[in-house]
């Protein structure tokens, strides 16, 4: 559990707690689990869903764009020149978008493109989580990307 956790949240502190959160799930949802599949598994789908339903409670952590105390020479020491393009800045409206497609995508797109294209899972790992077919993983993924794009463009045209 805490390999998968730490696959997922990249930080060690937050795969604890994501692990810790799985546990009390666990505690909670055991008298779900039906036998269906191999405890491991549901075990492994419930700690990747724990994960997940984290990350879209997450909030973008944003950087003000000028601190109150900063003055012209601390700005330029720290790398920072008027006129010049800012790289924190770099791509953030990108980002933003993207990250507000993602959420418009309904649940089961949303997950198959943060499991493979976000997270790298392949689509037999997936199959295997999701509880679904390697075809129905590949099917989803292709229908999540094509209504990000479609989303994406439209964010880009703008209110007609």
């Avoid at 392949?122 to 990000?148: F, M, Y």
Wanted: glycine content about 6%; aromatic content about 8%; some cysteine.
């Amino acid at each position: 559990m805490y390999a998968l956790c730490l696959r997922l949240a990249r930080d060690p502190v937050e795969a604890e707690d994501l692990m810790q959160e799985a546990f009390l799930q666990l505690f909670r949802k055991i008298h779900t689990f039906r036998g269906e599949s191999a405890f491991s598994s549901w075990l492994y789908r419930l700690t990747a869903n724990v994960a997940f339903m984290s990350f879209r409670k997450m909030k973008l952590a944003t950087d003000p764009l000028e601190s109150p105390t900063e003055t012209d020479d601390d700005t330029r020491r720290a790398g920072h020149e008027i006129g010049v393009i800012d790289l924190r800045l770099s791509g953030l409206f990108d980002r933003i978008n993207l990250e507000a497609a993602i959420e418009q995508l309904r649940e089961g797109y949303q997950a198959m493109f943060l499991l493979h294209d976000v997270h790298g899972y392949d689509h037999n790992t997936i199959a295997k989580l999701r509880g679904c077919s390697v075809g129905n993983s590949k099917s989803q993924l292709h229908k999540a990307r094509k209504r990000l794009r479609e989303e994406l463009r439209d964010r880009d045209s703008g209110p007609e």
